[in-house]
């Protein structure tokens, strides 16, 4: 009922010995190498409890040598490995397939610098990101990302599944404000591309290759990033549109006047909201008076609290009166903000906590975003439900299929058709959470052959000498 890439293991492969272990844990010391049962079950498993490997090792290196030492052996003796950062990933990306060695980051969690004057923070990649988002708080800065798993995350995880978050519509991808890496190559070379300059157009941008490869490059061992100012005026508005149109009306009108305050624009629909009102613990309707069809946050970050209060509150009094929102309401203090996230950040949440789900992290042009919701309710009827909400500022649809259990006749009602859609309406069949186990043999619906065969070429082919 699960729809994970079925795949054999590589007969190439060799299996992991006593010998191996003793390797290790001379190189890492005894603690840093983990065959504990109870621990590697975790390990083995995904957020979902979906996807579940077969690891009999874990390793924890403290340094980048340790990372490179760890591959150059690994690569020698054939062993397969998989990288793992906070085990936050939704494809099944993160956990063994088979017997794999599990890398884990977490052990290297240290920051390393922070610029005061340009913003620039260069750490390690086990750094959690709420410990960034901490820090860079005491110091006047903010992440130039956030997402509901920000507690477990590590920003070398989000690197490399180049996350989106809620913060994406304002402050773009990290392909812009990543600004270098360090690496290790599966032999062990470490790829120094650790750049803390906003512009440098010597050669090749080759830490961009990183960005989003899930692990298949390497293993992320630092990141250098550019963190924007924290800025002292936040609203956050909970509003409720009746129909989809209106939900995209409001987004264009929100771009326009709002623009340069505008930090994050989210949608749910009935469906989502009723999952998280039944499923997620002290959760309660913002707008409680009447159910509606979409709910829409608002959020603006700007440097004079009356100035952008003023051009929030014009916006949402104009956007009333012109009917597209029917209800709405403004955070009055931090707690009601982070009441009103919960909202949206627990929908994931919640969808684990109602049972089975299947998970659709789609880019369509917002246009017909929802159509592709309402087809999907016609074609699983009673079976499932279909929940849609997402980060509609960036046309970023999270479409989830939620039923008691899984069941192959769910799947075959939701795949291929799911893709299709999305590849006919030139759509990405994955806008953030990256390919995984999942979707490793679907990239050809987002991609062409040429493009999917590029990268092995690359390697093939000579480079031209000067
Ligand atoms: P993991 O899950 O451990 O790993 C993810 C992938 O990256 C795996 O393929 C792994 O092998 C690889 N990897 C990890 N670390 C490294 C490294 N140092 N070097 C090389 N490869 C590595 N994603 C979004 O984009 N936007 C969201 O808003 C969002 N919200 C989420 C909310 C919840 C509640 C949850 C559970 C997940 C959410 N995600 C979201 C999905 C997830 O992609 C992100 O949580 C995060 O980027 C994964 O980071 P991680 O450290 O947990 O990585
Ligand atoms: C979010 O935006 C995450 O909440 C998770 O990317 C999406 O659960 C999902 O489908
Ligand atoms: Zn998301």
Redesign the pocket.
């Known amino acids: 009922g699960s729809a994970a890439t079925v795949i054999e293991r590589n007969t190439s492969f060799s299996t992991l010995n006593s010998d191996d272990v003793s390797y290790f844990k001379e190189l890492l010391g005894e603690k840093s190498v983990v065959e504990d049962e109870d621990v590697l079950l975790t390990a083995n498993t995904d957020w979902m409890r979906k996807y579940k490997g077969s690891s009999k090792l874990l390793l924890q290196p403290k340094t980048t040598h340790e990372v490179s030492q760890i591959l150059k052996y690994c690569n020698s003796r054939c062993l397969p490995v998989v990288p793992q950062g906070g085990n936050t990933g939704l494809v099944g990306g993160s956990v063994p397939v088979f017997d794999e060695v599990i890398i884990n980051m977490g052990s290297m969690n240290n920051i390393i610098s922070l610029d005061k004057v340009s913003g620039i923070l260069v750490c390690e990649a086990g750094c959690i990101l709420e410990n960034l988002i901490s820090f860079l708080d005491n110091h006047g800065f903010i992440m130039p990302l956030d997402?509901?798993a920000k507690g477990s995350c590590q920003i070398g995880g989000n690197v490399s599944t180049n996350?989106?978050?809620?913060r994406l519509v304002r402050y773009g991808s990290l392909h812009g404000t990543v600004l270098g890496l360090e690496a290790v190559l599966a032999n062990g070379d470490v790829i120094d591309m650790l750049g803390t300059l906003r512009k440098d157009n010597t050669g090749y941008d080759l830490k961009h290759l990183f960005i989003g490869s899930e692990g298949s490059l390497g293993i992320v061992t630092k990141v250098s990033i550019l963190t924007p100012p924290k800025l002292s005026s936040v609203n956050l508005a909970f509003l409720a549109c009746e129909d989809y149109f209106s939900c995209q009306k409001l987004l264009v009108e929100a771009k326009r006047r709002l623009g340069d305050i505008l930090s994050a624009f989210e949608f749910l629909d009935n469906q989502s909201m009723d999952l998280v009102l039944n499923h997620l613990e002290g959760a309660r309707n913002p707008l409680p008076s009447s159910m509606h069809n979409f709910y829409v946050l608002i959020e603006t970050t700007g440097s004079d609290e009356s100035y952008d209060k003023e051009k929030l509150e014009a916006f949402l009094l104009s956007s009333m009166e012109g009917g597209l929102i029917s209800d709405g309401v403004l955070a009055q203090d931090i707690n009601q903000a982070s009441s009103f996230w919960r909202i949206r950040e627990g929908v994931?949440e919640a969808l684990m906590k109602a049972g089975a789900v299947y998970k659709y992290?789609l880019s369509i042009p917002v246009e017909k975003m929802y159509d592709l919701v309402v087809e999907m309710r016609i074609r699983m009827g009673q079976i499932a439900r279909v929940i849609a909400y997402?980060?509609l500022g960036d046309g970023?649809l999270?479409l989830n299929i939620s039923a008691p259990q899984y069941d192959d006749t769910i799947l075959a009602q939701i795949e291929p058709y799911v893709y299709e859609w999305t590849s006919e309406h030139k759509g990405s069949i994955s806008?953030?959470?990256g390919l995984g186990l999942m979707k490793a043999n679907k990239i050809f619906y987002s991609k062409s052959p040429e493009t999917v065969q590029f990268l092995p070429l690359l390697r093939t082919c000579r480079a031209r000498e000067h």
């Open positions: 997402l509901g996350a989106g978050g809620l994931p992290d997402g980060h970023n999270h806008a953030e959470h």
